[in-house]
């Protein structure tokens, strides 16, 4: 299967469940069949322009969104590596990372995945993209997605997102850059919660490898007594990487 027909075909469907719309209700908007539409987000056949115009248009999502896929990955050149510590962090050559954090409101870990793309020779930012599982209080389940930018420093890597169905939204990440080898980085994601539209922030992990979410993981998601010592006593939110 060819990867940038599953990886288009992969982006339709999260769009597709993100709106709460069918397989069928998507078939007959751009006047296909259902089963021509499963083909298309398995990858199974190639998808030419005006189709695929046509689906950005049903979901009303920008059709830039089905296509930024990253590019192969290659050598990289001497003028994309900073100088520093940084070209031998783990988290700066990754191309994946894996987002947890604890939701209170409904009492359960939440994850995604942070996919990392190639260098903008232009800016120096990377393209990111950045999906959440939602499972909500009756059990329905759905994905968000969003679209943005990566800048890397020495003690700090910023992501930010922007809501790829809800562009009121734009979310800031701050993630340590670890000085040590290790596999996970405490963060800070700064956003609105989606619930009753107010500013909030999360305290986040970021792993090179997926987790069970198990009760000691699910701790380090938590603010510990410091924490909120700290926080009533400099009335301002921080987390600390040790």
């Known amino acids: 299967m060819d990867i940038m027909n599953e990886t ?19 078939a007959d908007a751009i006047h296909k069949s259902r089963a021509t539409m499963c083909k298309y987000e398995n990858g199974e056949i190639v998808i030419d322009v005006n189709t695929l115009y046509d689906i ?8 830039r969104e089905f296509i930024n896929v990253p590019l192969p990955k290659k050598v990289r050149d001497p003028e994309d590596i900073v100088p520093g510590h940084m070209d031998e962090s783990p988290f700066f050559k990754t191309k994946r990372l894996y987002f947890y954090f604890y939701d209170g409101r409904y009492d359960n870990l939440k994850d995604g995945i942070i996919d990392i ?20 209080p009756n ?20 992501f930010s997102f922007i809501n790829s169905c ?5 979310a800031l990440l701050y993630i340590f850059n670890p000085l040590e080898l ?9 956003s609105i919660s989606t619930a009753d539209l107010v500013p909030c922030s ?6 090179l490898t997926p987790k069970e979410p198990t009760k000691e993981f ?24 040790i």
């Open 139 to 158: 059990g329905r389940s759905s994905e968000i997605f969003y679209t943005g930018k990566v800048v890397y420093s020495d003690m700090l890597i910023r």
């Open 202 to 207: 999360f305290k986040c992990l970021l792993t």
């Open 117 to 136: 793309g190639e260098r903008d020779q232009k800016t120096g930012d990377y393209d990111c993209t950045l999906s959440i599982c939602i499972i909500s």
């Open 182 to 190: 290790r596999d996970e980085t405490m963060g800070l994601l700064c």
């Open 218 to 241: 699910r701790e380090k998601l938590l603010f510990t007594d410091k924490e909120l010592k700290r926080m009533k006593k400099l009335n301002r939110l921080l987390v600390t990487n």
């Open 8 to 26: 288009v075909g992969n982006r339709i469907k999260v769009f597709r469940k993100s709106k709460h719309m069918t397989l069928q209700a998507l």
């Open 56 to 63: 950005s248009c049903a979901l009303k999502v920008p059709i």
């Open 166 to 170: 809800n562009t009121l939204e734009e």
